[in-house]
Nanobody, 115 residues
Framework: QVQLVESGGGLVQAGGSLTLSCAAS????????MGWFRQAPGKEREFVAR????????TYAASVKGRFTISRDNAKNTVYLQMNSLKPEDTAVYYC????????WGQGTQVTVSS
């Protein structure tokens, strides 16, 4: 089974930046599409971004396109999410996972954007 550990969240002012990391252990994830997801209080978990196994294909939710960048380092079994121009509506717990056929979810990392 794969264990996912997200990190890098925190409190930031609107307009600021954060970089999230997600380390996967228990299985090499280099052949899988990986994604970032988020869940705001009182809302369902939603898709944020995904990246192909090679890193050459990336897809973003409309709400983050142009502000967030997903990347991966297969040698380190790690996927990243660079978040720029953060808005209060980006406040949520952020999770990574295999896209489309989920492994067990990690604990996530809290991102709070103040106005």
């Amino acid at each position: 089974q794969v264990q996912l550990v997200e990190s890098g969240g925190g409190l930031v002012q609107a307009g600021g930046s954060l970089t999230l990391s997600c380390a996967a252990s228990g299985r090499t994830f280099s052949t899988y599409i990986m994604g970032w997801f988020r869940q705001a209080p009182g809302k369902e978990r939603e898709f944020v971004a995904r990246i192909s196994w090679s890193g050459t294909s990336k897809t973003y939710a409309a709400s983050v396109k142009g502000r967030f960048t997903i990347s991966r380092d297969n040698a380190k079994n790690t996927v990243y999410l660079q978040m720029n121009s953060l808005k209060p509506e980006d406040t949520a717990v952020y999770y990574c996972n295999r896209y489309g056929d989920y492994w067990d979810w990690g604990q996530g990392t809290q991102v709070t954007v103040s106005s």
